[in-house]
Nanobody, 123 residues
Framework: QVQLEESGGGLVQAGGSLRLSCVAS????????MGWFRQAPGKEREFVAY??????????NYASFVKGRFTISRDNAKNTVYLQMNSLQPEDTAVYYC??????????????WGQGTQVTVSS
């Protein structure tokens, strides 16, 4: 089992920045991919970014709405993944969730989820 705990959310004015953290514990070696999702009130959960480990190479992918504003990274020694969010806008307001999975050529399922951290961006 893998446990995930997000932190770093809060209230920020438009144009500001936040850095979200997700600490993984348990059998972290069973997963090779960590991702960020978000869900705004009344909307479906949507993908934000992922980072996938393949040997010594990290592959990253972002949703189109990021437009260079967000950066996902990881610190393997701390079993932590980060989401640096710059130039935040009110439409970024949502609960942000960390997720983890073991991706293969035939499997792209996230098996573990955190409880979420609230990000609120004011005008």
């Amino acid at each position: 089992q893998v446990q995930l705990e997000e932190s770093g959310g809060g209230l920020v004015q438009a144009g500001g920045s936040l850095r979200l953290s997700c600490v993984a514990s348990g059998r972290t070696s069973s997963t090779n991919t960590m991702g960020w999702f978000r869900q705004a009130p009344g909307k479906e959960r949507e993908f934000v970014a992922y980072i996938k480990r393949s040997g010594s190479i990290n592959y990253v992918n972002y949703a189109s709405f990021v437009k260079g504003r967000f950066t996902i990274s990881r610190d393997n020694a701390k079993n932590t993944v980060y989401l640096q969010m710059n130039s935040l806008q009110p439409e970024d307001t949502a609960v942000y969730y960390c997720a983890a999975g073991d991706f293969t050529s035939s499997r792209t399922k996230y098996d573990y989820w955190g409880q979420g951290t609230q990000v609120t961006v004011s005008s």
